[in-house]
């Protein structure tokens, strides 16, 4: 027996990117494994190299500009031409080690402006709730 939900009604959820809150309507994560394989003589093959990648993050959302939208610009600006490292909590994860790897922001002269976040951790995630 299978039973359907209904979902009709979709709050974003608030995450604090470097003292910047982004209401975030929509997450992507992803992450991959590198492995290089050779043939050997007889046929078979081998794995020459196996290494892990870095996690993306991507936040889509808003942030309001009533007050000083030239704040999200400048602080994400500065973290893209930086190296420091910063943690993401969001929805129950830690994300450590995080990096700024690209941003976007449209404002349309309203209330909001629509943003996207890229960042980039190489660090294993985390439950920050403990549990």
Known sequence: MSTV???SHREAQPV???GITVYCERFRAFS???I???STVDGNTVV???AI???RLVFYGRV???DSPEDFILNFNQLVHSASAFIVDFTGLTFPSCRMLSYSFDSKGGDW???TVTLVTSDTIIRSNGA
Request: charged share 35%; hydrophobic share 20%; with cysteine.
């Open 5 to 7: 939900t209904e979902l």
């Open 16 to 18: 604090n990117i470097n």
């Open 32 to 34: 991959a494994r590198n």
């Open 36 to 38: 290089n394989e050779e």
């Open 48 to 50: 020459t190299e196996n």
């Open 53 to 55: 990648r870095s996690t």
């Open 64 to 66: 309001c500009t009533e």
């Open 113 to 115: 402006a629509d943003v």
